[in-house]
């Protein structure tokens, strides 16, 4: 499958994207990467990485065509968002309908929006996460794929625990679009469904004394 990403920033969940497609056994690749922002590091690592990276200016009249024209003319079955710091219009939304992800530091619907793992401290919550979903035409509102639970300990400050999430971001945002490539995920009414055996059973966790 022929992954396209947005990003804006350090690019760290792009890497783990890029990473994943260097198994042989992994059935996506990366092949553009697309930024806001000209200095994005996402563009170096794409470009280290050989595949084809592109800044639009979101300035520029027609931004949301010019980045849906790149992700058509290059066969783009699959667009990733990854720390993309804009809202996408319904009419980006609609021409990609079913074809966008994203990944979001807290377990939504908890904390949509920016800040979200400093919202899950200041909320005082044990336990917060990330999450990748559909994108939709709301902020942080689209139909949930997988998400990975994540304590907050007492000593936990932002940069701490945006860490912590970080580690499980780069886990779920790859196995997310491999079960996506493999055909293993549905959409029906809102709710996601994976294809029965997508996964063994699991044990919970209570925070912060973990089993
Ligand atoms: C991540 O925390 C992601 O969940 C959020 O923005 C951050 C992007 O980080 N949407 P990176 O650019 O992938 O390193």
């Given at each position: 499958m022929r992954v396209g990403v947005l990003a804006s920033g350090r690019g760290s969940n792009l890497q783990a994207l890029i990473d994943a497609g260097?198994?042989?056994?992994?059935?996506?690749?990366?092949?553009?990467?697309?930024?806001?922002?000209?200095?994005?590091?996402?563009?170096?690592?794409?470009?280290?990485?050989?595949?084809?990276?592109r800044h639009l200016a979101p300035k520029e009249e027609g931004f949301y065509r010019k980045v849906g024209d790149e992700i058509e003319n290059h066969g783009i079955e699959l667009v990733c968002c990854a720390g993309f710091m804009r809202i996408l219009p319904p009419e980006f939304v609609s021409r990609f309908s079913g074809r966008i992800i994203n990944i979001h530091p807290s377990l939504l619907p908890s904390f949509p929006?920016?800040?979200?793992?400093?919202?899950?401290?200041?909320?005082g919550v044990r336990?917060?996460?990330?999450?990748?979903?559909?994108?939709?035409?709301?902020?942080?509102?689209?139909?949930?794929?997988?998400?990975?639970?994540?304590?907050?300990?007492?000593?936990?400050?932002?940069g701490?625990?945006?860490?912590?999430?970080?580690?499980?971001?780069?886990?779920?945002?790859?196995?997310?679009?491999?079960?996506?490539?493999?055909?293993?995920?549905r959409c029906i009414d809102g709710i996601v469904q994976f294809s029965e055996n997508a996964f063994p059973g699991h044990k919970g966790f209570i925070s912060p004394v973990s089993e």
């Amino acid at each position: 499958m022929r992954v396209g990403v947005l990003a804006s920033g350090r690019g760290s969940n792009l890497q783990a994207l890029i990473d994943a497609g260097g198994n042989a056994n992994f059935p996506a690749e990366v092949v553009l990467v697309l930024s806001d922002k000209k200095n994005a590091y996402a563009l170096e690592r794409a470009s280290m990485a050989g595949i084809r990276a592109r800044h639009l200016a979101p300035k520029e009249e027609g931004f949301y065509r010019k980045v849906g024209d790149e992700i058509e003319n290059h066969g783009i079955e699959l667009v990733c968002c990854a720390g993309f710091m804009r809202i996408l219009p319904p009419e980006f939304v609609s021409r990609f309908s079913g074809r966008i992800i994203n990944i979001h530091p807290s377990l939504l619907p908890s904390f949509p929006g920016l800040h979200a793992q400093k919202k899950a401290l200041d909320a005082g919550v044990r336990v917060t996460g990330c999450t990748v979903h559909f994108v939709d035409e709301g902020v942080d509102t689209g139909p949930i794929i997988l998400q990975a639970a994540v304590p907050i300990l007492p000593r936990d400050d932002e940069g701490t625990l945006s860490e912590r999430i970080l580690a499980y971001e780069h886990r779920i945002y790859p196995l997310a679009v491999r079960l996506i490539a493999e055909g293993n995920v549905r959409c029906i009414d809102g709710i996601v469904q994976f294809s029965e055996n997508a996964f063994p059973g699991h044990k919970g966790f209570i925070s912060p004394v973990s089993e």
